[in-house]
């Protein structure tokens, strides 16, 4: 692959699946409970070997932006990056950092579309031990309800690609060759979607 810098979304939306529902279950993912979440994303073909086999070098961070009000999971792998935009008062969200703190690993799946066919590929990374701002649980559950002004921002955050975060700011700074940034769709921001599309029509 050519060394042409590739910035954009990955795919629109990552989301959260838990495991019991890939069958069967990928090999280096056997350790891990059923219920543990495993973070998705769609990713081009020309990556996603690199994103599930470099695990030795990959760093996951989490962070805040530092004008706005959501937060991100990155993911650092060699010179490739991705971002899940997410809402910090998402219980579903804490959920599933609370199960990767206890399995010391998160699941990623990366989703590949090609010619009407697709490929999943799987990776394991290691759950950093600094995970701020998820570390305070007086969050969960007491943000506000799902509404346009924080689906819209998210989404913008996203189609404005990474930002800068002081949380984030020990990451050597790399030319990336490719940098993708997308939306966490939960169930709670699924089922706002779904009942803000009907009410349109």
């Known amino acids: 692959m050519s060394k042409i810098h590739i910035h954009g979304r990955c795919g629109n939306f990552g989301t959260l ?3 019991w529902f890939f069958k069967p279950r990928p090999h ?3 350790k ?3 219920n543990t979440p495993v973070l998705t994303c769609s990713a081009p073909p020309s990556i996603t070997d690199l994103l599930a086999d470099g695990q030795e070098e990959a760093r996951l961070t989490f962070g805040s932006y530092e004008f706005a009000a959501s ?3 990155r993911l650092r792998v060699r010179d490739v990056e991705l971002h899940w935009v997410v809402d910090i008062s998402d219980p579903e969200v804490w ?3 609370d199960m990767w703190k206890t399995a010391g690993r998160v699941p990623i799946l990366f989703d590949t579309g090609c010619a009407g066919q697709e490929w999943l590929t799987f990776g394991a990374f290691d759950m950093p031990p600094n995970t701020d701002p998820f570390e305070y649980h007086g969050w969960l559950g007491k943000g506000e309800e ?3 002004f924080i689906w819209d921002g998210m989404v913008a955050l996203a ?3 990474p930002l800068q975060s002081d949380e984030v700011s020990e990451l050597p700074v790399v030319p990336f060759r490719a940098s993708f ?3 966490l769709l939960t169930q709670r921001w699924q089922k706002y979607l779904n009942e803000r599309s009907a009410s349109e029509f």
Do not use: H, N, Q, R
């Open 71 to 73: 937060v991100f999971i």
């Open 17 to 19: 699946v838990p495991l």
């Open 28 to 30: 280096k993912l056997e």
């Open 181 to 183: 940034t997308m939306v």
């Open 146 to 148: 799902p509404d346009a």
């Open 32 to 34: 891990l409970g059923g």
């Open 95 to 97: 959920e599933a950092i």
């Open 159 to 161: 189609e404005g690609g």
